[in-house]
């Protein structure tokens, strides 16, 4: 019986899951979105997301070096947990948690099984601050407090003539 056991085998021994998800956790920190199946992008989302909190709470120059061997315990790739402290973590240091985003692409058309794509969310430039603040600060305008602002403009424009509408020449 599984009772209260939340881990995700994925019907593997735990060295053959263990090498899984360090490959899986490398090539999403290399590519930064990779796609799988469902069950292994939720299990990776578990594994990557401690890894990359590791990334913030060195202070010291041995905690630093410390997270590193930590981090490189679990990834076994020198390459990706350079990657990791050099591009990732300076990216995600304003973000609490949820580092990574699962996106259901549906179902492989070989075995039926559900697809994921799993990415990292700072790294997505459709859904990232730097393409959200340049369109909403160059097209959407919001109603709010227009009416005191055209009152204050009202006034001003008071003191003026109203100009006279133009007459269009219609061509016979």
């Known amino acids: ?3 209260g056991d939340k881990n995700n085998n994925l019907s593997r021994t735990a060295s053959h899951r263990r090498a899984l998800l360090s490959n899986l956790a490398s090539q999403l920190i290399m590519h930064k979105r990779i796609v799988t199946t469902l069950a292994k992008a939720r299990a990776l989302r578990t594994y990557i997301e401690p890894l990359i909190t590791k990334t913030k709470k060195a202070d010291t120059k041995e905690q630093i070096m410390h997270q590193h061997r930590v981090v490189f315990s679990y990834l076994n790739d020198k390459i990706s947990v350079k990657e990791l402290f050099t591009v990732v973590a300076p990216k995600v240091a304003g973000r609490p948690g949820g580092y990574t ?4 692409l549906g179902t492989r058309t070989g075995d039926n099984a559900e697809r994921a794509m799993i990415e990292l969310v700072d790294f997505n430039e459709i859904y990232g601050k730097g393409v959200a603040d340049t369109t909403a600060a160059a ?11 055209k009152a204050a403009a009202g006034d001003e424009t008071k003191t003026e003539a ?3 509408p133009k007459e269009e020449k219609s061509a016979e």
């Open 1 to 3: 019986m599984r009772h």
């Open 139 to 149: 097209g959407k305008r919001t109603r709010r407090g227009s009416s005191k602002k």
């Open 101 to 104: 985003r699962i996106i259901k």
């Open 162 to 164: 109203p100009a006279e």
